[in-house]
């Protein structure tokens, strides 16, 4: 099974980015998938998830209205996309694959990418 992430970068403040994560190994639409994301210092935090089906969506409050995750099943693919990007959400961000109803935990998710790193200046 491998997660991989793609699309980080350096960008400004009020800028977008949009990630993606290729699933290989497993199946993508009998998994909920999720998007964490990392800062130095700081664990592992919970970013926004979608559950198998794509008709449902779950977001931290700090990036409601900002960020939108989305899958293309025949893709294997998971996007996050992310719009008026502030200094505060970079990170290292992480796409995962969970069995669970549930998707806002880190510990829930049994497969994880490696990372790939948002840098928003100000």
């Known amino acids: 099974v491998q997660l991989q992430a793609s699309g980080g970068g350096l960008v400004q403040a009020g800028d977008s980015l949009r990630l993606s994560c290729v699933a290989s190994?497993?199946?993508?639409?009998?998994?909920?998938m999720g998007w964490f994301r990392q800062s130095p210092g700081k664990e592992r935090a919970f970013v926004a998830t979608?559950?198998?089906?794509?008709?449902?969506?779950l977001y931290t409050d700090s990036v409601k209205g900002r960020f939108t995750i989305s899958r293309d099943k025949a893709k294997s693919t998971v996007y996050l996309q992310m719009n008026s990007l502030k200094p505060e959400d970079t990170a290292v961000y992480y796409c995962a694959a969970t069995n669970s109803v549930d998707g806002t935990q880190a510990t829930q998710y049994a497969y994880w990418g490696q990372g790939t790193l948002v840098t928003v200046s100000s």
């Open positions: 190994g497993l199946i993508i639409r009998g998994y909920r």
């Open positions: 979608i559950r198998r089906s794509g008709s449902g969506t």
